[in-house]
């Protein structure tokens, strides 16, 4: 990855030793106080998204059509390409952080380490989640701020009521601001609730959400790096997310005891 750090949105967590960690709360209250006059819409907020996807597709290693990843997630994902009334577009980058993440004008990118370390079940409950980000239109603030971090707007430079365009260098950091905003919990869980949802839906294996959540939590029992251990720090505790999956899934009748989950030490690309 070209020193870009890429760190929202898969279940609100992102694995790189790179990752720096912006509160979402606060984000939000930067826009507030500072930019009360921008009007910016969802319309807006479709736009910059597809206009920052378009300039990280340009400078990350997107996997071909014909590369084992993109049929991979081919496989899973092309049935869902229309969903819930959404238009969605996915891709891999090749790159060693373990993340996806998804945008407001229904881009959803996965990234190849996270492929090789999720069974079929546990990625389409991260593509569920994903899409239930973009559903839930969770990235509008999240995009607000990263616009005017990137065009260095304040109070007084922000008394248009218009988005401006940016240039190459403000679109690049426009893309890596809003990667490093992370979601609020309610955000988090109504994330959680979509991916379950989806899951059952589409008669997938909901406990692919549980295992997928005990995961990461063993990845983040396993940090040793400071900002690696803020990030976690930060987030909503994987462990409790994988009990309230298990407890759903009971309720429903569709628990079944994985037994105890590992990291793979080969990749799953198959």
Known sequence: MK?????????????????QKINLG????MVS???????????????????????????????????????????????HKSQDGLNLNYKVY????????????????????????????????????????????????AMKSAY???A????????????????ESQMGKMANAFLDASHSKKQESEADTYSYDFMKTNK??????????KKLALLSEGSTQSNFEKMFNSHPDSNKRAESIKKRAEKDGMWKDPGTVSLPTAKLTK
């Open 26 to 29: 606060k984000a939000a209250g």
């Open 94 to 141: 090749k790159v060693k952080d373990i993340n996806a993440f998804a945008c407001a004008d229904g881009s959803v990118r996965v990234f190849s380490s996270l492929m090789d370390i999720m069974t079929d079940n546990e990625l389409l409950a991260v593509i569920g989640h994903e899409i239930g980000h973009v559903k839930n239109q969770d990235t509008k603030d």
């Open 204 to 213: 997938y294996d909901v406990v692919g959400a549980y295992t997928a959540f």
């Open 33 to 79: 106080n500072s930019a009360k006059a921008l009007t910016f819409t969802n319309e807006d907020a479709v736009k910059l998204s597809k206009e920052s996807v378009d300039w990280m597709d340009k400078n990350n290693a997107v996997a071909g059509p014909k590369d084992p990843y993109t049929v991979r997630l081919n496989k899973l994902f092309g049935k």
């Open 3 to 19: 020193k870009i750090t890429l760190c929202l949105m898969l279940f609100g967590a992102m694995y790189s030793i790179n990752a």
């Open 152 to 167: 260095a707007l304040d109070a007084a430079s922000s008394a248009s009521s218009a988005v401006a365009t940016l240039n």
């Open 148 to 150: 005017l971090k990137a």
